[in-house]
């Protein structure tokens, strides 16, 4: 069963930055599409970056140019870098794992944008 434990959520001011970790196990991690979802209370889970197991990447317009994900395959660890934060990305941010159509989701992270 996939394992995965985000870390690095927390209080930002609006402007700041903040870089998520995600570390995976029980899994062929290379093989695997990474990502980051976010959710707030009474909203949809929106996409916010994906990247492939050849390292593509995703964006959606609302974070394009302000977020960036990567990955570490000798660490097992996807990070999702975010800049020039705004109090609307103030959400619950999961990590998720995908490959032959299946996902599997960490327990999420709090990412609070306020002064």
């Known amino acids: 069963q996939v394992q995965l434990v985000e870390s690095g959520g927390g209080l930002v001011q609006p402007g700041g930055s903040l870089r998520l970790s995600c570390a995976a196990s029980?899994?062929?991690?290379?093989?695997?599409?990474m990502g980051w979802y976010r959710q707030t209370p009474g909203k949809e889970r929106e996409l916010v970056a994906t990247?492939?197991?050849?390292?593509?990447?995703i964006y959606p317009d609302s974070v394009k140019g302000r977020a960036t994900i990567s990955r570490d395959n000798t660490k097992n660890t996807v990070y999702l870098q975010m800049n020039s934060l705004q109090p609307e990305d103030t959400a619950v941010y999961y990590c998720y794992a995908a490959r032959l159509g299946r996902r599997s989701w960490g327990q999420g992270t709090q990412v609070t944008v306020s002064s």
């Open positions: 029980r899994i062929i991690f290379s093989s695997y599409a």
């Open positions: 990247i492939t197991s050849d390292s593509t990447t």
